[in-house]
């Protein structure tokens, strides 16, 4: 009898890796059965600034300053 292989659909664990076989095929589970995460199937986002958000955050700043300087002269 010649050795196949088998290989079964699995599911893992975006947050901490976790590696397991659903019960019902087809059916997504509610939370990871090791680390019990809701958001299993949904990859860590971090939020970054963008170099546009700097650039504009800068020009702020900027404008920020010199408004208050002028505020000073007056002053
Ligand atoms: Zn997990």
Redesign the pocket.
């Known amino acids: 009898m010649p050795d196949v292989d088998i290989t079964i659909k699995g599911l893992k664990?975006l947050?901490?890796g976790?590696e397991w076989i659903p019960q019902k095929v087809g059916h997504r589970p509610q939370l990871?059965p090791?680390?019990r995460?809701y958001l299993?199937d949904t990859p860590r986002v971090r939020r970054r600034k963008s170099k546009e958000d700097i650039d504009t955050d800068t020009e702020l700043t900027k404008r920020l300053r010199k408004h208050r300087t002028s505020i000073k002269k007056r002053l």
């Open positions: 664990c947050r901490c976790h990871c090791k680390c995460s299993w």
